[in-house]
């Protein structure tokens, strides 16, 4: 599985970016889907998740930090999950990776064995 990830970009403090990865030629049914960031200095983190692997539209995972600032959405047509990022920090930049396995949920990044290659997103006035 490939995986295209974009949509980083300088924002201001409390604006929003909605980033993308995307699979070309595959289906993500059954797939987890996870989005992950990592700052200079610090450990990979692990955002959101959305999975289809148990049927119907797809169940949704979050980090407490991002609850209620970020939702993750699907659109299977276009093998393509999203991620809209809400009310941004400057602590939310960071490195932003989507990655992909088959299975459930999880925010560990060792469950995934598919990554893409990452897109900057920077919060800075």
């Known amino acids: 599985v490939q995986l295209q990830a974009s949509g980083g970009g300088l924002v201001q403090p409390g604006g929003s970016l909605k980033l993308s990865c995307t699979a070309p030629g595959t289906s993500l049914d059954r797939y987890a889907i996870a989005w992950f960031r990592q700052a200079p200095g610090k450990e990979r983190e692990g955002l959101s998740c959305i999975s289809t692997y148990d049927g119907g539209d797809g169940k949704t995972m979050y980090e407490d930090s991002v609850k209620g600032r970020f939702i993750i959405s699907s659109d299977n047509a276009k093998n393509t999950v999203y991620l809209q990022m809400n009310g941004l920090k400057p602590e939310d930049t960071a490195v932003y990776y989507c990655?992909?396995?088959?299975?459930?949920?999880?925010?560990?990044?060792?469950?995934?064995?598919?990554w893409g290659q990452g897109t900057l997103v920077t919060v800075s006035s």
């Open positions: 990655a992909a396995d088959v299975g459930r949920c999880s925010l560990w990044h060792r469950t995934y064995s598919h």
